[in-house]
């Protein structure tokens, strides 16, 4: 019998994720059986429950639920401790549940295996300081960038986070931040994990921020790239968007629940021509 997983969210008719990993499988061999799971808003942990009841072995989690599946794993991974963010729950047999998060590994894997770009000793400039951007700094950080850069609107919401992963500083790195308007100089990645491009906006970065041979990756995806995207290629940067991200993300789940890391390239291309 197959095993089961699911992801779960609300709405959750648009998830890719089902397809995902069920190319995941097909690759890699394996059997399972991977759903969308509509969660009633006020029901998250009363689905997870019966989940685990009806034998799943595992579950993705979107939003808005990411923050409650933190508060209901009985032991978190020291990326979901750090995120304080759970989009991948492991069920074990004893019906304990485990919350981890992949998506700053994600974007990470996107930047560096998809678009073929070293983080290692360079300036990665982070705009935005919610849970995208919480979520994305520890892996970051891990790639050992000689700076990272957190902008955001309200300058406190971004010291608090530099506060928050100052123990996690390699030696002579550079963790800081700033507000929008005081951003200065070109930096080699710019990451963009505000809300804007989900109300079709560009966040407030200025053009001198990009630059011939930035990297421009918006953590959003559409089939028309957004303003951001639009903007940063105006200045000359490679513009990327979040599909890779999701992917991968995608990947380090189904290396958490199966042990076996897929291939991720040509599951990629595949999404980009069906959007």
Known sequence: MSERYCVIGNPIAHSKSPEIHAAFALQTGQELVYERCLAPLDEFDATVRALIAAGYQGANVTVPFKLQAADLADRLTERARAAGAVNTLVFNSSGGIIG????GAGLVGDITRNAGVELA????LLL????AARGAVLPLLAALPAELM???????TADALVERFASQLAQDQRLAACAF???GGRYDVVVNATSASLL???PPVPAGAFGPGTLALDMMYGKAPTRFMVFAAAQGALARDGLGMLVEQAAEAFLL???????????LDRLRLAL
């Open 100 to 103: 981890d998060n992949t998506d």
């Open 121 to 124: 000793g360079k300036r990665v």
């Open 128 to 131: 935005g300081a919610g849970g």
């Open 150 to 156: 957190i902008a955001n609107r309200t300058l406190a």
């Open 181 to 183: 308007d005081a951003i």
């Open 200 to 202: 079709d906006a560009m």
């Open 257 to 267: 629940w199966r042990g076996a890391r897929p291939d991720t390239a040509a599951i």
